[in-house]
Nanobody
C-alpha cells in the first residue's frame, strides 16, 4: 500500500505560477496528476513514467505545466505556469503499482490516490 500526500495548492492570480508536490510513502511506478473542477468529472492533467524519461500532458496544459519527479525523494512535481481561471480545481496525484498495464491518461490505470489539493486561480 502506497500513501500519497499532495501539497502546494493555493490561491493565485491569473498568469501566476504554483508548484504542486506529491510525496509517496514507498516506491511507485508511473505517476500522474488529475484535476476535478466543481461539478465536473475528474480529468487527466499529466503523467510521468517510473524513470521520468517519458511524460504525457493534456492538450489544455501543454506549454504551461511541467511534470517531473525525484525518485530519491519519492516525490513528483507539477510546475504550473501561466495559470488561467479554468485551471481552478482540486488536483489529485495518483500512482500505479507497476502491475497494471494501460494508458496513463486513464483514471483506472492508477491504484493509489492522494487526498487532493485545491488550486484556485482568480481572474
Amino acid at each position: 500500500q502506497v500513501q500519497l500526500v499532495e501539497s502546494g495548492g493555493g490561491l493565485v492570480q491569473a498568469g501566476g505560477s504554483l508548484r504542486l508536490s506529491c510525496t509517496a510513502s514507498g516506491r511507485s511506478y508511473t505517476m500522474g496528476w488529475f484535476r476535478q473542477a466543481r461539478g465536473k468529472e475528474r480529468e487527466f492533467v499529466a503523467a510521468i513514467s517510473a524513470s521520468g524519461g517519458r511524460t504525457y500532458s493534456a492538450d489544455s496544459v501543454k506549454g504551461r505545466f511541467t511534470i517531473s519527479r525525484d525518485n530519491t525523494k519519492n516525490t513528483m512535481y507539477l510546475q504550473m505556469n501561466s495559470l488561467k481561471a479554468e485551471d481552478t480545481a482540486v488536483y489529485y496525484c495518483a500512482a500505479n503499482d507497476g502491475l497494471k498495464s494501460g494508458a496513463p491518461q486513464r483514471l483506472d490505470y492508477y491504484d493509489y490516490w492522494g487526498q487532493g489539493t485545491q488550486v484556485t486561480v482568480s481572474s
